[in-house]
């Protein structure tokens, strides 16, 4: 015969009135306290089970710190300890712990109490450091007046004609070739007013001037700086041999020569030896540059892009105008390495230049390369040291430590 439901609920309330009377004597259930304590037991174990999974997940989520083998902490009040030995010593920064250990540390945070557990060092390191966030990739420029920029992109311009207090310059590439202030004329180049220190970032070559004196040649190549026309071509006499001159060249030549030119042969110029005049003036017809911001950098004069700027950068300052008190310096978040011609350095996001002493020191500060840069363009940021290991580990007397009762390492008294 199948059990049904009515008797199952019967089996059930028998149950619960033996389990009353064995527990308390009392089978007659007028009230049930077996239910409330069981419901009590019930939420108490789910309670502790909700406390004991929220310690878990806090334990996981904000773990306690531990010193352990960590070479470079900081405590709860932002003081950084690099460990030397068994000490720790407090420390002005993470480029001056990076240089200390020699190595990339990365720091870990802890507590002052689990530092009073280790002896305490001197305090070390250098005062002024760079932040160790890598900025991106950019190009450095020097601008009208007086101002370094890191630039995403730049327009490069190869030819231009600048006109300084120091004199009249020709511009190819990087470098400067002084000129005759008639020259631009001849050349049919607009000149372009700038400073003498804009244009002490070009690199200075010998000065365009014509041939002069005598060729000890035969005439009518015997008197040097005589341009001779050979059909279309024209060539110049030189010291030691003649030179072939078209383009730029040969317009600056026969508009400067004091001498009328001469027609001779073929023949004739074959037989002489070759020479150079008039270097650094372009043989073949080029763009003059007219360039709205006057900024120079690795590969001569260009101008940034993809700036937002204030309108006085890039533009020279007339000598009635006030002197310029904006910004120095114009780069992204972040700092950068490079090498010049002088050797390593690290540029600060705020325009500070930091001298590296050597090369496996950029690694060490955890920077995986450096760029080339300029050193005619850096050189105008201010100065904040070097960055070397000799320096970061100079006792620091002057930097406040945190109050804990560690004992002094030895030797450190």
Not at 206 to 221: E, N, S
Not at 251 to 275: G, M
Request: proline share 8%.
């Amino acid at each position: 015969m199948r059990t049904t439901g009515i008797q199952v609920s019967g089996y059930g309330f028998l149950l619960r009135r033996l389990e009353l009377a064995l527990v308390i004597g009392d089978p007659r259930m007028a009230h049930d306290p077996l239910r409330s304590q069981r419901r009590a037991i019930f939420v108490g174990v789910l309670a502790s089970l909700l406390i004991a999974g929220g310690a878990v997940m806090l334990g996981l989520l904000r773990p306690q710190p531990s010193i352990g083998e960590t070479p470079l902490v900081v405590d709860e009040s932002g003081t950084l300890h690099v460990r030397l030995e068994d000490a720790f010593h407090p420390i002005t920064n993470v480029a001056s712990a990076r240089l200390v250990l020699r190595q990339p540390a990365e720091v870990q945070k802890t507590t002052s109490e689990q530092l009073a557990q280790f002896p305490i060092g001197d305090s070390m390191g250098i005062a002024i450091a760079p932040g160790l966030v890598h900025a991106p990739k950019r190009e450095f420029l020097f601008c009208e007046p007086g101002v370094v920029l890191a630039s995403p992109e730049v327009r490069w311009h190869e030819h231009a004609v600048l006109e300084s207090p120091s004199g009249t310059w020709l511009v190819a590439g990087q470098e400067r070739f002084k000129i005759d202030a008639t020259s631009p004329l001849a050349l049919g180049a607009p000149t372009i007013p700038v400073s003498d220190g804009f244009a002490g970032q070009f690199v200075r070559k010998a000065d365009v001037t014509l041939p002069k004196g005598k060729t000890m040649m035969p005439a009518p190549f015997d008197v040097a700086g005589r341009v001779l026309l050979v059909g279309d071509r024209a060539f110049m006499a030189s010291q030691g041999g003649i030179a072939e001159i078209t383009g730029p060249r040969r317009e600056l030549a026969e508009a400067l020569s004091t001498h009328p030119p001469i027609y001779v042969s073929l023949q004739e110029v074959v037989e002489k030896p070759r020479v150079e005049v008039l270097e650094g003036v372009p043989q073949h017809d080029v763009q003059w540059a007219e360039p709205e911001m006057l900024c120079a950098g690795s590969k001569g004069l260009g101008e940034p892009q993809g700036m937002q700027l204030p309108n006085e950068v890039g533009k020279l300052r007339q000598p009635q105008a006030p002197a310029y008190d904006g910004e120095h310096f114009f780069g992204p978040r972040g700092t950068s390495a490079v090498v010049t011609e002088r050797g390593f350095a690290l540029v600060s996001e705020n325009g500070l230049y930091f001298s590296i002493g050597r090369e496996e020191d950029i690694e060490v500060l955890g920077f995986p390369g450096v760029q080339s840069a300029p050193w005619r363009v850096l050189s105008v940021l201010p100065n904040a040291g070097l960055l070397s290991e000799d320096n970061a580990r100079a006792i620091n007397v002057t930097m406040p430590t945190t109050n804990t009762n560690r004992d002094k390492a030895p030797g450190t008294e």
